[in-house]
Nanobody, 123 residues
Framework: QVQLVESGGGLVQAGGSLRLSCAASGRTFRSYAMGWFRQAPGKEREFVAGISWSGGSTYYADSVKGRFTISRDNAKKTVYLQMNSLKPEDTAVYYC????????????????WGQGTQVTVSS
C-alpha cells in the first residue's frame, strides 16, 4: 500500500515557477514508477510527466516538454515536478500517482493516487 500527499501548489504569475512535491509512505516506494497528472475545470485528467522506478527514464506530455522536469529521491520517498515558464493553461489540480508500469502515459498503469494540489497561473 502506498499513500501519496502532494504539496507545493499555489498562485503564480505567468512566466513564473513552482515546484510540486509528492511524499509517499510505504516501504516499497522505490519499486514504483511515479507520474504527475492534472485536471483543469471542465476537462479530463491528463498525463503531465512520468518517471521510472530508478529515475533512469522520464516521459513528458508535449505541452510541458522543455518547461517541466520530473525527478525523484528514493531515499526521501519523494517525487518532484519542477514547473518553469508557467502559462495560464497550466492551471489545474495536479495529482501524483504510483504504479508498477514504466512511468508512462496511461492512467491504467497507476494504482495509487494523491488528493491533488491546486496550481493557478494568472495572466
Amino acid at each position: 500500500q502506498v499513500q501519496l500527499v502532494e504539496s507545493g501548489g499555489g498562485l503564480v504569475q505567468a512566466g513564473g515557477s513552482l515546484r510540486l512535491s509528492c511524499a509517499a509512505s510505504g516501504r516499497t516506494f522505490r519499486s514504483y514508477a511515479m507520474g504527475w497528472f492534472r485536471q483543469a475545470p471542465g476537462k479530463e485528467r491528463e498525463f503531465v510527466a512520468g518517471i521510472s522506478w530508478s529515475g533512469g527514464s522520464t516521459y513528458y506530455a508535449d505541452s510541458v516538454k522543455g518547461r517541466f522536469t520530473i525527478s525523484r529521491d528514493n531515499a526521501k520517498k519523494t517525487v518532484y515536478l519542477q514547473m518553469n515558464s508557467l502559462k495560464p493553461e497550466d492551471t489545474a489540480v495536479y495529482y501524483c500517482a504510483a504504479g508498477r508500469g514504466p512511468g508512462g502515459r496511461p492512467e491504467t498503469e497507476y494504482d495509487y493516487w494523491g488528493q491533488g494540489t491546486q496550481v493557478t497561473v494568472s495572466s
